[in-house]
């Protein structure tokens, strides 16, 4: 099994600073990594498919880099509505698996 | 615009059954992947299991393999999960979800069903 490490747990940033989240993997998963926010109460919402391309209607705010077991998330400019946990995802191998998750919180 | 509405969660005693559902709507669901993935209380996010378009190949988080059962109805656009011999572990909110091509990713959610495993 795969295994995605997120980091750092928490990200305490304010409106308008960079985010920039981690996601590791235990072995190479090549490009198949995805990105997902999920706020309270709502379900998992598809950010970054193939490690760096956004989805239908995400804003450009929002990249996505690495390949092989170095992935990054960032947000260019954090707006209130991006406060949320983030998680990657892998689909490289079976089991599919997902990080612990990111909480980016307001500082 | 891609809906999918999941039913069939509630209250369960240890070792009981429930068979959750998903109905799907504004796509083609048969030419489509789809996926159970679940999130118990406060914690992240775990893959259940997944079936292909045509229901040739089904696979199984090790957690759930030889007690829950994924399948698939094209004619009437609907996911369904037989959950027997439940316990404790299994309490989690469960979401269908959409895998474009064989992306094997998860492009559009349902709301979720909790499943809630008490005596």
């Known amino acids: 099994e795969i295994v995605l490490t997120q980091s750092p747990a928490t990200l305490s940033l304010s409106p308008g600073e960079r985010a920039t989240l981690s996601c590791r993997a235990s072995q190479s998963v090549g490009s198949d990594l995805a990105w997902y926010q999920q706020k309270p109460g709502q379900p998992p919402r598809l950010l970054i498919y193939d490690a760096s391309n956004r989805a239908t209607g995400i804003p450009a705010r929002f990249s996505g880099g690495g390949s092989g077991t170095d992935f990054t998330l960032t947000i260019s400019s954090l707006e209130p509505d991006d406060f949320a946990v983030y998680y990657c995802?892998?689909?490289?191998?079976?089991?599919?698996?997902f990080g612990g998750g990111t909480k980016v919180e307001i500082q | 615009e891609v809906h999918l509405v999941e039913s069939g969660g509630g209250l369960v005693k240890p070792g009981g059954s429930l068979r959750l559902s998903c109905a799907a709507s504004?796509?083609?669901?048969?030419?489509?992947?789809v996926n159970w993935v679940r999130q118990a209380p406060g914690k992240g996010l775990e893959w259940v299991s997944s079936?292909?378009?045509?229901?040739?190949?089904?696979l199984y988080a090790d957690s759930v393999k030889g007690r829950f059962t994924i399948s698939r109805d094209n004619a009437k656009n609907s996911l369904y999960l037989q959950m027997n011999s439940l316990g404790a572990e299994d309490t989690a909110v469960y979401y269908c979800?959409?895998?474009?091509?064989?992306?094997?990713?998860?492009?559009?959610w349902g709301q979720g069903t909790l499943v809630t495993v008490s005596s």
């Open positions: 995802q892998q689909r490289r191998n079976w089991p599919l698996t």
């Open positions: 979800a959409r895998s474009p091509g064989s992306s094997w990713l998860f492009d559009y």
């Open positions: 079936i292909t378009d045509s229901s040739d190949s089904r």
């Open positions: 504004g796509f083609t669901f048969s030419t489509y992947n």
